[in-house]
T-cell receptor, first 117, second 113 residues
Framework: AQKITQTQPGMFVQEKEAVTLDCTYDTSDQSYGLFWYKQPSSGEMIFLIYQGSYDEQNATEGRYSLNFQKARKSANLVISASQLGDSAMYFCAMREGPKGSNYKLTFGKGTLLTVNP | GAVVSQHPSRVICKSGTSVKIECRSLDFQATTMFWYRQFPKQSLMLMATSNEGSKATYEQGVEKDKFLINHASLTLSTLTVTSAHPEDSSFYIC?????????FGEGSRLTVL
């Protein structure tokens, strides 16, 4: 079974609108972390947001928020007020085990977001 | 600025030759670095964990004789693709941990003709 599932190969959003990118995960660990990265065409991996499995509040970073539903094992990324520069590939990733014990990440297949003017 | 740097960013080589890619931690010591591989329009797959002063730990299915990893200093890990073939063409990206946070390099795009 895939550990990280991103079911949307591509998404389109109008500039200034909000968009949700889906991510579900599978792990038997109680302690884990979930990440979202942005990868523009240049290839670099840009860290966006992190959610720990024991964090009670949904993580937010500027225009990015993570809709964490632990029982459903989902960690959707919400981008508010989309900008043209948000057009990129977005990856959801998971670290299994407590923070600091393991830095290996398992990535989903990604979602290509296109922001239309 | 960049925390982890890779070199070269792009490399083209002939089939059968070996190619070395460097991953450097800038202004910090990284005892552990990670090497990922990404085929076009696909996900990142962890290849190996590079450990300073000891042998790398390879993920299942990764040929250790094909992808040689050397972590000779606390700021440098190298990935050598030996006897490269067209199917080795890929985007290789490394990461390192600084103060409990993971940082990625800019990636290296390898094209084998």
């Amino acid at each position: 079974a895939q550990k990280i599932t991103q079911t949307q190969p591509g998404m389109f959003v109008q500039e200034k609108e909000a968009v949700t990118l889906d991510c579900t995960y599978d792990t038997s660990d109680q302690s884990y972390g979930l990440f979202w990265y942005k990868q523009p065409s240049s290839g670099e991996m840009i860290f966006l947001i992190y959610q720990g499995s024991y964090d009670e509040q949904n993580a937010t970073e500027g225009r990015y928020s993570l809709n964490f539903q632990k029982a459903r094992k989902s960690a959707n990324l919400v981008i508010s007020a989309s900008q043209l520069g948000d057009s990129a590939m977005y990856f959801c990733a998971m670290r299994e085990g407590p923070k600091g014990s393991n830095y290996k990440l398992t990535f989903g297949k990604g979602t290509l977001l296109t922001v239309n003017p | 600025g960049a925390v982890v740097s890779q070199h070269p960013s792009r490399v083209i080589c002939k089939s059968g030759t070996s190619v070395k890619i460097e991953c450097r931690s800038l202004d910090f010591q990284a005892t552990t670095m990670f090497w990922y591989r990404q085929f076009p329009k696909q996900s990142l797959m962890l290849m190996a964990t590079s450990n300073e002063g000891s042998k790398a730990t390879y993920e299942q299915g990764v040929e250790k004789d094909k992808f040689l990893i050397n972590h000779a200093s606390l700021t440098l890990s190298t990935l050598t693709v030996t006897s490269a073939h067209p199917e080795d063409s890929s985007f290789y990206i490394c990461s390192a941990v600084r103060w409990g946070e993971l940082f990625f390099g800019e990636g290296s795009r390898l094209t084998v003709l």
